[in-house]
């Protein structure tokens, strides 16, 4: 399966994704954990990917996309399934992506849309914690660690994205609106858009997604 996530921050993208790849076996491409590692090694994309999420821009679309490309051309797992999660997120990246799996012959199965209200998404952002170690997300309301700052899969310490702050995630917001929201009409054109309600839990979310794939 070719996956495609869409919809605005804190819609669930990142937890559905880790839910589906338990499931499906599918190979999870996350830009945002890409660039956020790129950070953490100091490297210089990834200093240069830290000046845009840290006010809650957009990556130029030529960095993320030669990164994806890089990730889709090399790695062999690919042909087994993937779910790409935060890409494209703008009507360039769309076309990009379109050429790129053209040429590797992987062309996408549908793309999910993720709907949630601005309540909801406001909420989930604001108390989203992240292990530092492994990647597991968690939420001081929703989904809490067992030990407060600890994570329960690895023993990690939980952070808090710079990003997930009020008035960044504003930004990120209007970015999604402008940028990212037009190319839910893209893949309407190519029929593959399928909605989903995610104002729901997360598990909900996840078994309606499976059922969804198992007809
Ligand atoms: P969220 O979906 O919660 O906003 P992500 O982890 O997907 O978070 O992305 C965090 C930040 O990384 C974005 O706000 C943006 O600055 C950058 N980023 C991630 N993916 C892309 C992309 N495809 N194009 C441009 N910037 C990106
Ligand atoms: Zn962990």
Redesign the pocket.
Known sequence: MKIVLLGP??AG?GTLAKGLKDHFNLMHI????M?REEMKNGTDLGKEAKK??ES????PDEI?TKMVENKLSNDKNVKNGFMLD????TRT?AEDLDKILKKINLPLDCVLSLEASLKIVLERLTGRRVCRACGALYHIKNMPSKKEGVCDKCGGELYQRA?DNEKTIKN?MEVYTESTEPIIDYYKKQGLIKTLDANKEAEEVRDFTIKLFNG
């Open positions: 921050p804190g993208k996350s830009t945002g954990d660039l845009h999420i809650g821009g957009l990556v993320v935060g890409f494209p997120r990246q990003d990120r």
